[in-house]
């Protein structure tokens, strides 16, 4: 049950994209389409941004997509607005019902 | 509206017991597989077990097993995390999740777990 990698920071200007990486293993993110992506900002509870690598909950701007090549996941976030500043996690499904969490990317917004 | 509120959490001295609720409300909590998520301070999310729609099957991660167990009363519509033998790196705000599509599609405001002397 090793944490998948993230990039501890990511940064972009208003309007720009910015893409945030999360490389797993040939047992998790390659093996699963359920990787999934959460926002948080501080002091709050997470938010789901994608499900199932590219799906979006109702709600969710279609500014914010997902993707995934091999053992790697993508976010990108196109038209960066000051509200995306925040934190992310990517999460896989793992196998044998267990799962597992990215260390958390910083998206600053210059 | 989905809502899950988190109760229970607590300073407890390294050894200690301590058990969380989550009482859910806006959906059929007994359709959904539930999930328990921590976050030390400053640190990031990490999984922290799972139980199925009626209670039969659960899973939990290596750093807490055999030392937590998680249940659910799907007739009070609560979420439970019996925690035993704590330790200081078991300090963190603890969520409850609800599980569809193998994510975790809402959550609650957590609750803070504080293990310390």
Redo the contacts between chains.
């Keep these: 049950?090793s944490?998948l990698t993230q990039p501890p920071s990511a940064s972009g200007s208003p309007g720009q994209s910015v893409t945030i990486s999360c490389t797993g293993t040939s047992s998790d993110v390659g093996y699963?389409k359920?990787v999934?992506w959460?926002q948080?900002h501080p002091g709050k509870?997470?938010?789901?941004m994608i499900?199932?690598v590219s799906?979006r909950?109702s709600g969710v701007p279609d500014r914010f997509s997902g993707s995934k090549s091999g053992n790697t996941a993508s976010l990108t976030v196109s038209g960066l607005q000051a509200e995306d500043e925040a934190d992310y996690?990517c999460?896989s499904?793992a196998g044998?019902?267990?799962?597992?969490?990215?260390?958390?990317t910083k998206l600053t917004v210059l | 509206e989905v809502q899950l509120v988190e109760s229970g959490g607590d300073l407890v001295q390294p050894g200690g017991s301590l058990r969380l609720s989550c009482a859910a409300s806006g959906f059929t909590f007994s359709s959904y597989w539930m999930?328990w998520?921590r976050q030390a301070p400053g640190k990031?999310?990490?999984?922290v077990s799972?139980i199925n729609s009626d209670g039969s099957?659960t899973?939990y991660?290596?750093s807490v097993k055999g030392r937590f167990t998680i249940s659910r009363d799907n007739a009070k519509n609560t979420l439970y995390l019996q925690m035993n033998s704590l330790r200081a790196e078991d300090t963190a705000v603890y969520?409850c999740a609800r599980g569809?599509?193998?994510?975790?599609?809402?959550?609650?405001?957590?609750t803070l777990v504080t293990v310390s002397s």
């Design positions: 049950q944490a699963y359920y999934s959460y948080q509870a997470p938010k789901v499900f199932e799906e909950p996690y999460s499904y044998s019902n267990n799962w597992v969490f990215g260390g958390g | 999930h998520v990031g999310l990490v999984w799972r099957t899973t991660a290596d969520y569809d599509s193998y994510a975790f599609v809402s959550w609650g405001q957590g």
